[in-house]
């Protein structure tokens, strides 16, 4: 009956919501009473009830004292799309570490408000039944955990993975997968797999400052792919770019991807593994946002479409479920050999407890659960974000529409330097992440990350508030 009821109300705030999307209920309007909904709908009291809470708290409809529910959210209000970012006339040396390194030196401080970091507040995670899933992990493994495990990882975590790997479209096994300490491990090991010091490889503009930093560190340099806010990188750009700058490797966040939140659409990715194809490149594919959807359904991967074993799919449980236990994975596809003999070469295995307490939790069918949980709540603190930013920033922005993920990625006035602007929000003891950091070239100067990892409250608007009258300061 639960169930049932539960279903009912989503049902009702979900057709809700579609009408005040398409604008058919607009702002300023008055919803029916609840009593009116309970009969029309022909549901209980309690179900109208709480299809209008839900819709309160993703910011939608208000309650006022004596009057009833409004609409309160507009979509002609926001601002525009950011544009596709213009192409890059040759690829560049990484030199983005001074910037980064300001950054991550208050990554530790409590005292600041961090819209700066694309993870979940721990308020969203299930730490509980992670205890207990370590507890039964030390009972349930060898000498407690305290002995190596196999190089290619963790057997039993591996296998939960597989089975997952249907919500994809993947039909693989155990064997086909290498556990990793986190995805930026399993970058790494796929990078330094399929490409060589000196080589270029191609990745997304604006792109995530650790992917730069990876590729600095293994001495490559970096093509900027121009990328649409919504679809993802420009695949005819990048069909000419491959011959021209003779590249060896592609790096893609393909679903929700950091920091513009675009979602190639799965016309894109089978493309995408057609062309890659066409040139013998292997694509290292990050898709470590993409059970964050806010959609019906999952999104696929590359990986999907790939047949010939060129695509290198990593991720990690590091945004969904539990960022220290660093446990990350990925499907080297024809590549197998190789990331193994360097995973052994490096590190011998990963941490033998935090992998064994995944699997368990994996193996109780809790993940799934988890997930709907989280997505809901990332969902409504999307929406509320989105809706302070346009309220309190200047109406001459520009900001993304992600339907999934972490972040909003904001482009202000030209005159805006954004890292000037993340000095000032500090005095404030608000952060975020400047544009600057997310490219190799000379741009996205007036551009900033926002993360909505952080649970709405009164602190975060007016911390999005405090941005906000800063950068009409300096306007």
């Not at 009956?1 to 300023?28: C, N, P, R």
């Not at 999104?299 to 590091?318: A, E, Q, R, W, Y």
């Not at 945004?319 to 052994?344: E, H, I, M, N, S």
Request: glycine share 6%.
């Amino acid at each position: 009956m639960l169930k049932t009821a539960e279903h009912l109300y989503l049902q009702i705030a979900d057709k809700l919501e579609l009408l005040i999307s398409k604008e058919v209920l607009k702002t300023g309007d008055k919803l029916p009473s609840v009593r009116t909904m309970s009969e029309e709908q022909g549901v209980s009291m309690s179900t109208a009830f709480q299809a209008y809470y839900h819709l309160e708290g993703k910011g939608l409809i208000e309650s006022r004292p004596k009057s009833g529910y409004y609409v309160i959210f507009c979509a002609r209000r926001l601002p525009d799309m950011p544009q596709k970012c213009e192409a890059v006339k040759k690829p560049e040396e990484v030199t983005v570490h001074d910037m980064i390194s300001k950054m991550f030196v208050q990554a530790s401080n409590n005292e600041i408000l961090k819209f700066s970091s694309a993870v979940p507040l721990a308020s969203l995670l299930p730490t509980a039944k992670l205890s207990k899933a370590m507890i039964q992990a030390m009972r349930n493994t060898d000498a407690a955990g305290l002995g190596y495990e196999s190089t290619q990882g963790n057997e039993n975590l591996r296998r939960q993975i597989a089975r997952m790997s249907i919500l994809w479209g993947g039909a693989v096994s155990e064997e086909d997968i290498i556990t990793t300490s986190g995805c930026i491990d399993a970058l790494h090991l796929c990078l330094s797999a399929t490409t060589q010091p000196g080589d270029t490889i191609a990745i997304e503009s604006p792109a995530y400052f650790g992917t730069l930093q990876l590729a600095e560190s293994l001495g490559l340099k970096v093509l900027e792919v121009p990328t649409h806010p919504a679809t993802g990188v420009d695949l005819e750009y990048l069909d000419k770019a491959i011959p021209r700058f003779k590249i060896k490797a592609c790096v893609f966040v393909t679903n929700f991807n950091n920091p513009l939140g675009a979602c190639m659409p799965d016309s894109h990715k089978q493309e995408l593994v057609r062309l890659l194809e066409k040139y013998d490149i292997p694509l290292i594919e990050d898709d470590i946002y993409g059970d964050m959807y806010f959609g019906k359904e999952r999104p696929s991967v590359c990986k999907t479409f790939d047949k010939s074993g060129l695509v290198l799919l990593c991720n990690s449980f590091s945004k969904a479920l539990a960022p220290g236990f660093r446990v990350g994975w990925t499907l080297p596809g024809r590549y197998k050999d190789k990331v193994l003999q360097l995973k052994r070469t490096r590190s011998i295995s990963c941490a033998s407890l935090p992998g064994a307490a995944i699997a368990h939790f994996l193996e109780n069918d809790r993940y799934e659960h988890h997930l709907r949980n989280t997505r809901k709540a990332l969902h409504t603190q999307y929406l509320r974000h989105l809706q302070a930013v346009t309220d309190y920033f200047p109406e001459d922005i520009c900001i993304t529409r992600p339907q999934g993920g972490f972040v909003l990625w904001i482009e202000l006035n030209q005159k805006i330097n954004t890292f000037e602007l993340y000095d000032q929000a500090l005095k404030h003891k608000v952060s975020f992440a400047p544009g600057r950091i997310f490219s190799l070239q000379e741009r996205y100067g007036n551009c900033l990350r926002i993360s909505y990892g952080n649970p709405w409250s009164k602190q975060v608007e007016d911390g999005i508030k405090t941005i906000g009258r800063l950068i009409k300061k300096m306007s």
